[in-house]
Nanobody, 123 residues
Framework: QVQLVESGGGLVQAGGSLRLSCAAS????????MGWFRQGPGKDREFVAA????????GYLDSVKGRFTISRDNTKNMVYLQMNSLKPEDTAVYYC????????????????WGQGTQVTVSS
C-alpha cells in the first residue's frame, strides 16, 4: 500500500511558477514509477509527467515539455513537479500517482492516487 499526499497548488498569474510536492508513505517507494496527472474543468484526466523508479527516465505531455520538470528524492519518499511559464490552460486539479509494474503514461495503469491539489493560472 502507498498513500500519496500532494501539496503546493495555488493561484498564480500567467508566466509564474509553482512547485508541486507529493509525499509517499511506505518502505518501497523506489519500486514505483511516479506520475503527475491533471484534470481541468470539463476535461478528462490527462498525463502530465512521469519519472522512473530510479529517476533516470522521465516523460512529459508535449504541451508542458520545456516548462515542467518532474523529479524524485527516494531518500525522502518525495516526488516533485516544477512548473514554470504557467499558462491559463494549465489550470486543473493535479494528481500524484504511483505504479508498481513498470513504465506507463496511462492513468488506468496507476495503482495509487493522491487527493489532488488545485492549480489556477490567471491571465
Amino acid at each position: 500500500q502507498v498513500q500519496l499526499v500532494e501539496s503546493g497548488g495555488g493561484l498564480v498569474q500567467a508566466g509564474g511558477s509553482l512547485r508541486l510536492s507529493c509525499a509517499a508513505s511506505g518502505r518501497t517507494f523506489d519500486h514505483y514509477v511516479m506520475g503527475w496527472f491533471r484534470q481541468g474543468p470539463g476535461k478528462d484526466r490527462e498525463f502530465v509527467a512521469a519519472v522512473s523508479e530510479s529517476g533516470g527516465r522521465t516523460g512529459y505531455l508535449d504541451s508542458v515539455k520545456g516548462r515542467f520538470t518532474i523529479s524524485r528524492d527516494n531518500t525522502k519518499n518525495m516526488v516533485y513537479l516544477q512548473m514554470n511559464s504557467l499558462k491559463p490552460e494549465d489550470t486543473a486539479v493535479y494528481y500524484c500517482a504511483a505504479r508498481r509494474l513498470g513504465w506507463s503514461t496511462g492513468s488506468f495503469d496507476y495503482d495509487y492516487w493522491g487527493q489532488g491539489t488545485q492549480v489556477t493560472v490567471s491571465s
